[in-house]
C-alpha cells in the first residue's frame, strides 16, 4: 500500500471465453487502457460499479490463464497483449456486461501458476475464494 491506499483500477466489463461460469466460478472480465497494472497473480478485492455502486468482495485473478493456454505461460506478463483481469464478485448475481466497474486491490494472495487440470485449479480457487472472504471480513 505504497499510495497510502489499495491500488484501484477502472474498465469495462466484457464478455470472456466463459471458462469461469463453467467452472463454477463466473467472472467479470475487465478490460482496462491505459492503466498501470499490479504483479500478476491471484487478490482479494473490492469493486464497485461505477457510478457510486456500493463494495462487492471479490477475488481477481490478473495474468495470462496458464492452465488454459499454456503456450503464453513463460511468456511474461510484461505488455503481454493476452494479459486479463477477471473478476470473481462473492454472493452476486448481476448481468453487469458494459458497466464500469472500479477493482481496488486489497490483498495478493499468490502468484499466477499453471495447474494440472481442471480439478486442480477448481480446488484452488476454492481456497483462493474462502481466503479472500476471511480477509474481506465476510
Known sequence: ML?????????EVVQGAGRGR?????????????????????????????PGGPPIAGAANLGLNPTFRPEVAQAGAAGHPLLSLEVHLLD????IYGRRLRV????????ERRFPGVD????????????ARKLLGM
Open 120 to 131: 486442480a485449479l477448481k480446488a484452488q480457487i476454492t481456497q483462493d475464494v474462502e481466503h
Open 3 to 11: 499510495l497510502g491506499r489499495p491500488f484501484d483500477l477502472d474498465g
Open 92 to 95: 452476486f448475481a448481476q448481468d
Open 22 to 50: 463453467k467452472l463454477g466460478w463466473p467472472t467479470a472480465n475487465i478490460r482496462t487502457s491505459n492503466e498501470l497494472l499490479p504483479a500478476v497473480g491471484v487478490y482479494a478485492v473490492r469493486a464497485r460499479l461505477l
Open 104 to 111: 481496488e486491490f486489497v490483498h495478493r494472495l499468490r502468484e
